[in-house]
């Protein structure tokens, strides 16, 4: 099964929030017939460059085309020489791989007829718990419209949700206390995640009084990103569980031989797709180590293809991140992947499980703008420029 042609189509989402997202979903031909679907998740975050998109489906044409499709290990063995790890939060390298690896899976289980959780090796589990995200709070006048967001989701069945904090101490207080006044019982906090944004001695710090106000599940990312020594300074004083996004397999290696962690984030966006992050999941089982799959927040492709590594996961211990379907106002399926009572279903149609709308999708592809614009509180804390902490600038 040759392929025969790459095609990338940007598109831009915007989510509930107000801040719009770009994106890349991934066509690959193969054979007579055979089309495979992917998704290059979620660009908008720093540094702030962006892909050539024609330049970048070039090569990757001229990388592929004629390669057997069904040899997945040996087009990932290229891809990675080609694009390799570049060590950092957001690589592109990475999403470059996530897209393409998506892609061949789904066509390949496109041509057998069956779900690509059996490419990985068959499925342990038909769900996955997940939770809404709370984005960063820089000023108290944005917290009754996130207590109202919980309140929302809540009706529509979410009830977990996890917290970003750091950026305004005040505000986190407020959040939380409230949050729990109103919502014990009813909802769960995840995960208190810091970003990278304090040291330890400041997460520590500012922990001692979340704690105080509200009861969670785990902590996330309480140092600076890098600071392995850190983290596990922070893990020694800590009684929750500690995770961390993982960047590369070494990486993996390097934060639980520190005793940096309890956790690994696994995340195909940041790993480059399913193979790697199944690797990961090995790393984790053979340190006894826990773990959960983490998000940038992807569009129905890439959210279903999450639920197919769910599926397959020998170790899955915490819930997931992996909402980003409910935030966005548009998506390029017909029919989005299905959430049950803060559950992810995996899909068990061919393939990922879902049916890309091309009209849809060259619509989008259309009317796609590719900015950062220069409000950077608003790509590291994923809300709009009109937010109140915003105007208060």
């Known amino acids: 099964m040759k392929i025969s042609r790459v095609q990338l189509f940007p598109v831009a989402t915007p989510r509930q929030t107000g801040i719009a997202n770009q994106h890349v979903i991934v066509q690959l031909e193969a054979g007579d017939s055979h089309v495979g679907w992917g998704e290059m998740s979620d660009l908008s975050h720093v540094p702030m460059y962006q892909f050539d998109i024609r330049e970048l489906e070039r090569m990757l044409?001229?990388?592929?085309?004629?390669?057997?499709?069904?040899?997945?290990?040996?087009?990932?063995?290229?891809?990675?020489?080609?694009?390799?790890?570049?060590?950092?939060?957001?690589?592109?390298?990475?999403?470059?791989?996530?897209?393409?690896?998506?892609?061949?899976?789904?066509?390949?289980?496109?041509?057998?007829?069956?779900?690509?959780?059996?490419?990985?090796?068959?499925?342990?589990?038909?769900?996955m718990r997940v939770c809404y995200p709370i984005f960063?709070?820089?000023?108290?006048?944005?917290?009754?419209?996130?207590?109202?967001?919980?309140?929302?989701?809540?009706?529509?069945?979410?009830?977990?949700?996890?917290?970003?904090?750091?950026?305004?101490?005040?505000?986190?207080?407020?959040?939380?206390?409230?949050f729990t006044d109103r919502f014990a019982g009813r909802v769960q906090i995840k995960s208190l995640d810091f970003s990278n944004l304090l040291d330890w001695r400041r997460a520590i710090m500012a922990l001692e009084r979340y704690q105080e106000l509200c009861d969670f599940m785990l902590v996330e990312s309480a140092a600076p990103r890098n600071d392995i020594e850190g983290l596990s300074q922070f893990r020694r004083r800590c009684k929750r569980p500690i995770s961390e996004h993982v960047l590369h397999i070494h990486h993996g290696w390097q934060l639980l031989a520190a005793g940096a962690v309890d956790i690994l984030?696994?995340?195909?966006?940041?790993?480059?797709?399913?193979?790697?992050?199944?690797?990961?999941?090995?790393?984790?089982?053979?340190?006894?180590?826990?773990?959960?799959?983490?998000?940038?927040?992807?569009?129905?492709?890439?959210?279903?293809?999450?639920?197919?590594?769910?599926?397959?996961?020998?170790?899955?211990?915490?819930?997931?991140?992996?909402?980003?379907?409910?935030?966005?106002?548009?998506?390029?399926?017909?029919?989005?992947?299905?959430?049950?009572?803060?559950?992810?279903?995996?899909?068990?149609?061919p393939g990922l499980g879902l049916e890309v709308d091309e009209v849809k999708l060259a619509q989008m592809t259309a009317s796609a703008e590719w900015t950062f614009g220069?409000?950077?509180?608003?790509?590291?804390?994923?809300?709009?420029t009109n937010r109140p902490s915003a105007r208060q600038q």
Do not use: C, W
Request: aromatic share 6%; glycine share 10%.
């Open 374 to 384: 220069t409000d950077l509180a608003g790509v590291l804390d994923r809300t709009p």
């Open 61 to 127: 044409n001229e990388l592929l085309r004629g390669r057997d499709g069904r040899n997945i290990a040996k087009i990932e063995d290229d891809l990675i020489r080609f694009f390799p790890d570049e060590g950092h939060m957001y690589s592109r390298s990475g999403l470059v791989r996530q897209g393409i690896d998506l892609a061949l899976h789904d066509l390949n289980a496109r041509a057998q007829g069956a779900p690509v959780y059996h490419l990985l090796g068959g499925k342990l589990r038909d769900r």
């Open 265 to 349: 984030n696994v995340s195909p966006y940041l790993l480059g797709g399913l193979r790697a992050s199944l690797r990961l999941i090995a790393l984790a089982e053979a340190a006894r180590a826990s773990v959960l799959i983490g998000t940038t927040q992807e569009l129905s492709l890439g959210t279903a293809a999450v639920a197919h590594l769910a599926a397959a996961a020998r170790v899955l211990d915490y819930p997931g991140d992996n909402t980003g379907p409910q935030l966005y106002t548009a998506d390029v399926v017909k029919t989005p992947v299905a959430y049950e009572h803060s559950h992810l279903i995996v899909p068990d149609g």
């Open 136 to 178: 960063r709070m820089r000023s108290v006048e944005e917290v009754p419209g996130n207590l109202e967001r919980v309140e929302e989701k809540l009706a529509q069945g979410f009830d977990l949700i996890r917290v970003y904090v750091g950026a305004n101490q005040g505000a986190d207080e407020a959040f939380l206390g409230q």
